[in-house]
């Protein structure tokens, strides 16, 4: 059983600029200094920045030649993937420790169900906190939480305190929390839905739980009642464990 009040307890991990981390920590002389992890072409693309660089305003996806002009000091390290595949699998190991039911979506981020382990591991924050204890303690790496009572709570609070943080989003809380963000952090809206959704006066995700249904469907089909579930803090999709996916950019 879930804690009292809490139909599911859901963690989101996601380590912290995954890639450049790993090479900080296989390297001491990159610590504490911007690192850019991708091709040294300048005609490439930033795979991962570390937090150091990303005061300058470089991500993933950026162009390097773009990121080397805006952070000329980064330092710009090849991608090792067998490394990152190798300590992927630790970290997914560790995360195995806490439940069976492990969802991960690439080699940095993962979704627990950690429903029922409050006897184990203490509440919803404490077993939080043991996720990232236990990744350090195996790894040597940072990894952020976030812990709520559907998926999609838990990824946004995940990144609410990067790096190293843990966010816990209680079920009674979620629609107080959720209700100034913008709605381009809802799942589903790309940069042109965003856009439609502000021109239709939805501006922040407490505007898409208050709208009234009907208009939700009239003007966005199927897609409005998905937001509004969202926007609410209901989500019915359950933790479904699987392999892991491959991803070349990790910008958390």
């Not at 420790?97 to 029922?116: H, M, R, W, Y």
């Not at 305190?161 to 209700?179: F, I, Q, S």
Request: proline share 8%.
């Amino acid at each position: 059983m879930a804690e009292a009040g809490w139909p599911r307890i859901v963690a989101h991990a996601d380590m912290d600029a995954f890639y450049a981390a790993v090479e900080q920590l296989d390297d001491p002389s990159l610590r504490g200094k911007p690192v850019l992890v991708g091709p040294p072409s300048r005609r490439g693309v930033v795979l991962t920045a570390s937090y150091e660089a990303r005061p300058f305003r470089v991500g993933s996806a950026m162009p390097m030649a773009l990121a080397l002009q805006r952070c000329p000091q980064a330092i710009v390290v090849p991608p090792r993937f067998e490394r990152y595949t190798e300590i992927s699998r630790r970290v997914m190991r560790v995360f195995g420790t806490f439940s069976p039911n492990v969802e991960p979506l690439s080699l940095d981020e993962a979704f627990i169900d950690i429903s029922g382990t409050a006897h184990l591991f203490g509440t919803p924050a404490e077993v939080g906190q043991r996720i990232k204890d236990a990744v350090r303690a195996e790894t040597g790496l940072a990894v952020s939480v976030g812990v709520s009572s559907t998926k999609f709570v838990a990824k946004v609070a995940s990144g609410h305190r990067k790096p190293d943080g843990l966010t816990v989003v209680p079920p009674h809380a979620v629609r107080e929390w959720l209700a100034p963000m913008p709605v381009g952090n809802l799942w589903g809206v790309g940069a042109k839905t965003e856009q439609r959704l502000l021109g239709l006066g939805y501006v922040h995700i407490r505007d898409i739980a208050a709208a009234e249904p009907a208009r939700l469907r009239r003007e966005l089909g199927n897609l409005g009642a998905h937001l509004q579930a969202l926007a609410r803090g209901e989500g019915p999709r359950p933790v479904q464990r699987r392999g892991v996916g491959a991803s070349l950019g990790d910008d958390r």
